[in-house]
């Protein structure tokens, strides 16, 4: 089980860091993903990280993780309105990062990002 917290209403220009609680799954040894959807859009992917990384920086945001909490985070700065979208989290038990979000197995339940301009 995943549960993701830390959206909110920001301001353009401004940071949120979410984070996503992990249970019942022996997490230090999944890859973890952040996906997005806004909207009217698809869900898209943002960041990823493997299961032996503790950090890697996409842009804007930076993920991370914390194997001894079972909590992955996504740091996003200079957020922009654009970035507006319910944020997932994902996990899934075998292979590397990547884009498809059919290929993670579990997924928490979601958290409303809203960036003001």
């Known amino acids: 089980q995943l549960q993701a917290s830390g959206g909110g209403l920001v301001q353009a220009g401004g940071s949120l860091r979410l984070s996503c609680a992990a249970s019942g799954l022996t997490f230090s040894t999944y890859t973890m993903g952040w996906f997005r959807q806004a909207p009217g859009k698809e869900r898209e992917f943002v960041s990823g990280?493997?299961?032996n990384v503790g950090r890697a920086v996409t842009g804007r945001f930076t993920i991370s993780r914390d194997n001894a909490k079972n909590t992955v985070y996504l740091q996003m700065n200079s957020l922009k309105p654009e970035d507006t979208a319910v944020y997932y989290c994902a996990a899934k038990s075998f292979g590397s990062v990547d884009a498809i979000s059919s290929t993670y197995n579990y997924w928490g339940q979601g958290t409303q990002v809203t960036v003001s301009s």
């Open positions: 990280i493997s299961w």
